[in-house]
């Protein structure tokens, strides 16, 4: 049996190796809480940093960069006529706008709410049902719904336009939500295409659209004028000629129109004065009998020596 000293010294000892264990634990939890400190505020300053970044514009705009001239990508920046419009405004409030391209059938409900975005432009047609949601500012460029289609397979043809009934019982195809859609969409429901076994099919821009018709997804694509152009110009084995509807003869046939114009929540009336104040001055006409729109759309065009800026 051990003697009570070397119990007593055992005890001493055992203690001794606790309280070191005990401090190399404290040392590792004090360590260790002073790196979860850490975390919490690096955190907590780039969570602020996000607030002031997303506080640091004062307006944002959206819009989908496929519709050229009037917006499109080039080497990762968004260039086209309306991105000249909104810095325009820019300039004119000396205020900082974000553009934010987004999916084409979400600018004006994104608008209209005032959260996700004060403004849209992207080649937005007035219409009485976004005229409910949203404010338009004054009209800025007429377009003619224009029919893309192979050359080797075009549609009936006559005084160097195609009608709706040429396109009967075709599939054809447009931009979901923009007006092509919704006009092939109208004709169907209740119109010259009602009851012809016509199909129509949404896709994510007209040049998918485009390309659907190389692909034997359907049959004709519709897309706004200048949009139906670029996209032939630099394809050879489309061509495109002007949608219109019938009359009692074809002389009497008129076009499918629409205005663009930008679209703007409903309360912020200082965007929408200064949008209608830049659009006023870029739609008067200069001596050589152009306007400044219509001069931006010759140049992202590509019809000018002026290069995309």
Not at 180 to 197: H, N, P, Q, V
Request: charged share 25%.
């Amino acid at each position: 049996m051990r003697s009570t000293r070397t119990r007593v010294t055992i005890f001493l000892c055992y203690n001794k190796l606790m309280a070191k264990k005990a401090g190399r634990v404290k040392k590792f939890f004090s360590g260790w809480w002073t790196l979860v400190a850490l975390i919490v505020v690096l955190t907590a300053l780039n969570t602020v940093t996000l607030i002031q970044n997303l506080d640091s514009y004062d307006y944002i705009v959206e819009t989908n960069a496929f519709f050229a001239p009037f917006e499109f990508y080039d080497n990762r920046k968004i260039v086209g006529v309306d991105i000249e419009i909104i810095n325009r405004v820019a300039e004119k409030l000396d205020a900082k706008i974000e553009i934010k391209n987004v999916e084409f059938d979400l600018i004006i409900d994104n608008v209209a709410s005032g959260v996700l975005a004060d403004a849209g432009a992207a080649g937005l047609t007035i219409t009485p049902a976004r005229a409910e949601k949203v404010d338009f500012t004054i009209p800025y460029y007429t377009s003619v719904q224009y029919v893309i289609y192979n050359k080797n397979e075009a549609p009936a043809i006559r005084n160097e336009h195609i009608v709706w009934e040429a396109l009967a019982g075709k599939t054809l195809g447009s931009q979901m939500g923009s007006t092509g859609y919704i006009f092939m969409s109208d004709e169907i429901e209740d119109g010259a295409l009602k009851d012809t076994k016509t199909k129509i099919k949404g896709l994510d821009s007209h040049q998918l659209a485009a390309d659907a018709i190389n692909a034997h997804i359907i049959d004709y694509a519709i897309a706004d004028e200048l949009a139906a152009q670029f996209i032939v110009e630099k394809n050879p084995d489309l061509a495109a000629l002007p949608l219109y509807y019938s009359g009692n003869t074809p002389d009497e046939d008129y076009p499918v129109e629409e205005s663009y114009a930008i679209a703007v929540n409903k309360q912020r009336p200082e965007l929408l004065a200064a949008f209608n104040e830049v659009l006023t001055e870029m739609l008067e006409i200069s001596e050589d009998g152009k306007s400044e729109i219509d001069k931006l759309i010759l140049k992202y065009m590509g019809l000018t020596e002026e290069t995309n800026g």
